[in-house]
Every structure is written in structure tokens, then in C-alpha cells.
């Protein structure tokens, strides 16, 4: 079975002498769960997994009883070697936070060896209870969408498989039959990670709103949208506070997010226009009426997924990270996208089928920012599919 990258790094924390609590975050269907499992099966150690996903309502007792049987294996291990706990989607328990806390601390008083992996699709939800209860027992390590190499290795797909359909493992070998893929993607993924790693675990005043600031998002990924030009397109009413707080949660759910202008205040970042921007571009892809092959031959529908594929490898490459992505417009003149690490800024553009040869935004961008490095992405510059081959670290040297 195919590891991702992401295993080995995991896999040697949880053989380090000093314990955090190891949290792993990320959206639905991209493999926290295969990944668990995996380790589950490679540890020297004991090990035992629990899943609070299920259709019965769960309270934060079941926490205590999962917890006293990872107890259990860790008396069992050899050598005080301990055990392994993964709990999985433990949002959806209740206050759950502080009785991780409680049992935690009772296990380092009493010198418990057992480790604790939690698993979680609602990274909102997570991070608000691990500031709230777990200040320093935790590591927080995101599980992002699928990059283009690890489709490549584990499935063979070619880049425009990868550009079409985005890369959730699950769907894999459903690509052939574009008619299930496409089910697949909107009542598994779509709509699951709507209800229930939104609507249930947050307040929503307006449903209908949120499915069109998503389906609007998807629509135009890789376009500068203020909130204002939102609200025209959308059928329900709102308010451009309730849209940005819409896409904060969209976001949080691993489907759709806004970056920011760039800009050296910080202020103006917050207040700028977002530019929409899918994590994977399946989203895009299985509310479309094109199959594969005819989305190849619409130079402006394929030139959109292209810098949309290109927009979600850059922001699944900095979470987790100091790394921060913007995008940068002045007038007509435009950057689509601007890495920052520290004082290092890369400015990046992509030459698509949609965009036209002069890349005017580039020149008056470095005229004012002095950027570190300038990079074309497509046409006469980096190919694509280098550059999604290439770490973002590597780029930034």
C-alpha cells in the first residue's frame, strides 16, 4: 500500500522519549485515516484506533472508554515501550478538549506511556479546543490534498489527470467511469464536508448562502472577487461579513479559501478583495458539465484549471508552514500569486491559454516590492509540471 511522504515523519515522533499529543488535520477523504492505520500496523508498540464518526451521538464518556483501553495496551507493551491512541474525528464529542486534557494529565502524573493521535476534518473546531485546553501537550501536523507527485507515483496519472481531477485518493480508480467519479465527489466529499464539518458543528443562519459562496468560489477559482461583486451573483441576501466569515469556514473545511492582497500593511491585507481559490480542483471539475476530454480542448476552461491546480499546490505547500501566500493588483496590472517566507518574497506568474503574452503585473510589482525572485510558471517559463514536481522550499531557495 502507498505511503505518503508524511509517514515517515510521523512514524519517527512517535518513537521520540517525550510525548505530545499528535494532531493531525485535514480534509475529508485525503487519507488521515489510511494513514493512522498505517502506523497503527508499523509501531513496535501497541496500538488502538476509535472513530467518533458514527451515526449514534457520542458524549465525552466515550473518550474516557476509548482512553482506558489505549491504558490497557500501554500496560501490555514491553519494556514501558507504551501504546498508541488514535481517536478519530473527535470534534464531534462535546467539550471534548478538556477531558483529553484531564486523562493527559493524570497519565503524566502517573508516568503513563501512552501516546495520543487525534484525527480531525473540521480544523476550526480542532484548533479552538486545542488553544483553549491543550496549550503545550500538543503537535499539530496538517494532512493536505494529494500533490501531483504522490498521484503520479501511486496512481500513474499524467499531469492533466491530475489538473482534471484533483487528486482525492478515494476517487482514484473511479476516473474512468466519469459519471461515478463525478457522485463520488459531490455526495462524498462535497456535501459530507458541507453538513456535517460545517453545518453541525456551527451555527449557520443561512444554508442556501453558504452552498452558493461555495459553488460561486469553485466557479470563479483563480479571480479577484470583492464581496461586493459576491453579493450580485448570489441569490440569497448577505453581507459581506457574513460571506467572509462563509468562506473562513469553507476554508476550514479543506474546500475553498480567499487569499489576501499583498501589501506590507497588514491592515490592508484583511480589508482587501479575496481572490477565490479551490484546495482541489475535483471541486471545480465535478460541477462542470465538460468531461475530461473536452475541458482539454476549452483553452479558457483549461487554462482556468490550470492556474487554480497551480493556486492549491501553492497553498497546500505553505499550511502548516511560516510560508504565506497573496496575490497583488494595482489598476489593470496583476502578480497571481506572492509567497513570503520571512523576508524572502517570491512573485509568480502563470502563463495559461487564458492569459495574454505581456506580463505587465510582474514589472510594477518588483518596481515596488524588490521581490527576491521572479518566476513564470507555463508558456516560456517553468513547465508546469516541474513546477508542481518542485517543493516550494526548493523555489524559495
Excluded at 221 to 236: A, D, N, P
Amino acid at each position: 500500500m502507498y505511503q505518503r511522504p508524511i509517514f515517515e515523519t510521523l512514524f519517527k515522533r512517535l518513537q521520540e522519549p517525550r510525548n505530545f499529543i499528535q494532531v493531525l488535520l485535514g480534509p475529508r477523504q485525503v487519507g488521515k485515516t489510511t494513514l493512522a492505520v498505517q502506523l497503527k500496523e508499523t509501531l513496535p508498540y501497541p496500538s488502538h484506533y476509535a472513530s467518533a464518526d458514527e451515526p449514534v451521538s457520542q458524549g465525552f464518556s466515550w473518550i474516557e472508554q476509548q482512553w482506558e483501553v489505549g491504558r490497557l495496551r500501554a500496560r501490555e507493551g514491553k519494556n514501558n515501550e507504551g501504546a498508541l491512541l488514535i481517536l478519530d474525528e473527535v470534534q464531534k464529542i462535546p467539550q471534548w478538549s478538556s477531558v483529553v486534557k484531564k486523562l493527559w494529565d493524570e497519565d503524566s502524573l502517573h508516568k503513563v506511556n501512552l501516546k495520543v493521535m487525534i484525527l480531525g476534518s473540521s480544523t476550526l473546531l480542532i484548533q479552538s479546543g486545542l488553544t483553549e485546553s491543550l496549550a503545550g501537550r500538543f503537535e499539530v501536523t496538517p494532512i493536505t490534498h494529494w500533490f501531483f507527485k504522490e498521484c503520479r507515483d501511486a496512481f500513474g496519472w499524467s499531469l492533466d489527470q491530475y489538473i482534471f481531477f484533483g487528486g482525492y485518493p478515494g476517487g482514484a480508480k473511479l476516473i474512468h467511469d466519469e459519471q461515478r467519479w463525478t457522485r463520488y465527489i459531490v455526495d462524498s466529499l462535497i456535501e459530507t464536508s458541507i453538513l456535517k464539518d460545517i453545518m453541525m458543528m456551527e451555527r449557520i443562519h443561512k444554508p442556501a448562502l453558504l452552498r452558493q459562496v461555495f459553488e460561486l468560489g469553485c466557479r470563479y477559482s483563480g479571480q479577484i472577487l470583492s464581496f461586493q461583486k459576491m453579493m450580485g451573483q448570489l441569490q440569497e441576501a448577505g453581507n459581506a461579513s457574513t460571506l467572509a466569515h462563509y468562506l473562513a469556514l469553507l476554508s476550514g473545511a479543506g474546500l475553498l479559501t480567499g487569499l489576501s492582497k499583498f501589501s506590507i500593511e497588514h491592515v490592508r491585507q484583511k480589508a482587501s478583495s479575496p481572490k477565490l481559490q479551490v484546495l482541489n480542483t475535483a471541486l471545480m471539475s465535478a460541477q462542470e458539465t465538460s468531461t475530461f476530454q473536452e475541458a482539454q480542448l476549452d483553452r479558457e476552461e483549461w487554462g482556468r484549471l490550470v492556474e487554480s491546480a497551480i493556486g492549491a499546490h501553492l497553498v497546500n505547500s505553505t499550511l502548516g508552514t511560516s510560508t504565506e501566500l497573496f496575490y497583488w493588483r494595482e489598476g489593470n496590472k496583476e502578480v497571481d500569486f506572492v509567497v513570503r517566507r520571512g523576508e524572502k518574497v517570491l512573485a509568480l506568474e502563470v502563463k495559461s491559454s487564458q492569459k495574454s503574452t505581456s506580463l505587465p503585473g510582474i514589472t510594477a510589482f518588483s518596481e515596488r516590492f524588490h521581490p527576491l525572485k521572479k518566476l513564470l510558471v507555463g508558456g516560456q517559463g517553468l513547465s508546469i509540471e516541474e513546477f508542481l514536481l518542485t517543493p516550494l522550499e526548493t523555489l524559495l531557495g
